[in-house]
């Protein structure tokens, strides 16, 4: 066999193999398109399902609400009252709880957990009277926002939803295309 006879096989080989690579990266384009259309189905199902149970609760009846008792005669729970998320204390298990504004008042046993939504029921200063939504601790009392300088608590905002980008067609095409080969330069070449 000669020299020109194994460029031939070579270029063979590697036509062969750029062809298997080009079938693999279809198949892996087809397949990344296939799991997105499953992906924005699903979402549209739960688009769907949620919008239907928004009109659900919205023709439900008033009256049927209106028989439903409080379960406790506590503050009353209005959707327009801020909610705040507990950030401080995560080193202790939480942050401190007090009977009563003043920060020298009976210190409650439990502390309230970080990570937990409480309602405000008021808001003196830097004191915040407060109804725990989740988490643990005291289901009211009082608690500082911020203490030297560190937010204890800050006001929760609802997490918008931001649509999903399919991103996996156009990575698995990026994917696919061929190397960059290289040729190594020396500093007298350049």
Sequence with gaps: MDFDELDEVEEDVSAGRQAEAEKAAAEKAAAAE???????????????????????????????????????????ATPSAPLWEIVGGADKGGIVVREGESTSSKQLDD????????????????????????????????VSISLSGKDLAVRWTEPVMVEARDTEPRCAQALATAPVSWTPVSMPQL
């Design 34 to 76: 296939r799991l997105a259309a499953q992906r924005r189905a699903a979402l549209a199902a739960d688009r769907e399902k949620a919008a239907a149970a928004e009109k659900e609760v919205k023709s439900a009846p008033a009256a049927a609400a209106a028989t439903v008792a409080p379960a406790a005669p506590a503050a009353p």
């Design 111 to 142: 502390r309230v957990s970080t990570g937990a939504l409480v309602e405000q029921l008021a808001l003196k200063g830097q004191r915040l009277h407060y109804k725990l939504k989740t988490g643990t601790g005291p289901e009211e009392g009082w």
